[in-house]
């Protein structure tokens, strides 16, 4: 069974950055393609970033493209989403989650891709 578990959110002001992370355990984590996804309060849940197994390919959703990254450290099972010049639109609760049986390769942005899900860390953004 795999846990995932998401910290690094909180009440930030609008233009700061962030560094959301998520903590993985059971089997390696290059076992599973990796993504982040976001919901905000009545709207449904949208992708954000995702991380192929390799953690070579990498794919932004265009809301947070050019002032965000996400990043694997696979020594420590950890996942990554910096996000940059943050926008009152950013608020919203930040999931991580994970694919097993993906292509080494590949990226997924459907969030009916993924297999594990964290419980999400909450991040307000204010003016």
């Known amino acids: 069974q795999v846990q995932l578990v998401e910290s690094g959110g909180g009440l930030v002001q609008a233009a700061d950055s962030l560094r959301l992370a998520c903590a993985r355990s059971?089997?390696?984590?290059?076992?599973?393609?990796m993504g982040w996804f976001r919901q905000a309060p009545g709207k449904e849940r949208e992708f954000v970033a995702a991380?192929?197994?390799?953690?070579?390919?990498?794919l932004l959703s265009d809301s947070v493209k050019g002032r965000s990254t996400a990043t694997l450290d696979n020594a420590k099972n950890m996942v990554y989403l910096q996000m940059n010049s943050l926008k009152l639109d950013d608020t919203a609760v930040y999931f991580c989650?994970?694919?097993?049986?993906?292509?080494?390769?590949?990226?997924?942005?459907?969030?009916?891709?993924?297999?594990?899900w964290g419980q999400g860390t909450q991040v307000t953004v204010s003016s």
């Open positions: 059971g089997r390696a984590l290059s076992t599973y393609a």
């Open positions: 991380i192929s197994r390799s953690g070579d390919s990498i």
């Open positions: 989650a994970a694919k097993s049986s993906g292509l080494f390769w590949k990226t997924y942005s459907g969030s009916d891709d993924y297999d594990y």
